[in-house]
């Protein structure tokens, strides 16, 4: 019973690089979304998705882009990430609309 | 600007005594709040919740009690046990059937049991 697993677990980036972030689900979610949590400022939506081929942008989507091309998976993309996405990068995922599981996280450190 | 408020950052309370966590929010049309529980190193759990036709929910150990007209809403955790140690964070939501509500989440507050 895995729940939500997020890959990789830690990365570090050199400014401009590319990356994708993997949450997958096993638990057959509609609904699936990405948070980052910084120091002081909790969790704050990145996107998110209320299904399969479907996204939306959440309150700080700049910078990043997301898919869902299958029901199971959201990934997270940085194009040319930036010291400002340094931060801890949460996937998680709803059926019912109210109960979110959390993925364990990915601390991305860009320099 | 915050929409949810969680002003204490930290919170040390001794074992078997009563931990009370506070969460103040703005947005008038939140009609569901949440309370999460974070280790180190892990994701959030979820731990209790309430609707905003309520003013109090129980379960076990924990209730939340919600205040409307403050705008308020608290985490009693009695009696406190060491492993209740951890990074409590209050998330609300509001109404949209059929869409996926966006919580949004306070800071958080550090939460220490002492033995």
């Known amino acids: 019973n895995a729940g939500v697993t997020q890959t990789p677990k830690f990365r570090v980036l050199k400014t401009g690089q590319s990356m994708t972030l993997l949450c997958a689900q096993d638990?057959?979610?509609?609904?699936m979304y990405w948070y980052r949590q910084d120091p002081g400022m909790g969790l704050r939506l990145i996107h998110y998705?209320?299904?399969?081929?479907?996204?939306a942008k959440g309150e700080v989507p700049d910078g990043y882009n997301v898919s869902r091309l299958k029901k199971q998976n959201f990934l997270l993309g940085l194009e040319s990430a930036a010291p400002s996405q340094t931060s801890v990068y949460f996937c998680?995922?709803?059926?019912?609309?109210?109960?979110?599981?959390f993925g364990s996280g990915t601390r991305l450190t860009v320099v | 600007d915050q929409q949810v408020k969680q002003n204490s950052p930290s919170l040390s309370v001794q074992e078997g005594r009563i931990s009370i966590l506070n969460c103040d929010y703005t947005?008038?049309?939140?009609?569901?709040f949440l309370w999460y529980k974070k280790y180190p190193a892990e994701g959030p759990t979820f731990l209790i919740s309430?609707?905003?036709?309520?003013d109090k929910n129980e379960d076990g150990r924990f209730t939340v009690f919600l205040n409307k007209s403050a705008k308020h809403l608290s985490l009693h955790i009695v009696p406190s046990q060491p492993g209740d140690s951890a990074v409590y964070f209050c998330?609300?939501?509001?109404?949209?059937?059929?869409?996926?509500?966006?919580?949004?989440f306070g800071s958080g507050t550090q939460l220490t049991v002492l033995p």
């Open positions: 998330a609300a939501s509001e109404g949209g059937s059929g869409s996926a509500r966006q919580l949004t």
């Open positions: 998705s209320v299904g399969e081929g479907t996204t």
């Open positions: 638990m057959n979610h509609e609904y």
């Open positions: 309430i609707s905003s036709i309520k």
């Open positions: 947005n008038s049309m939140f009609d569901y």
């Open positions: 998680a995922s709803s059926f019912s609309n109210y109960g979110y599981t």
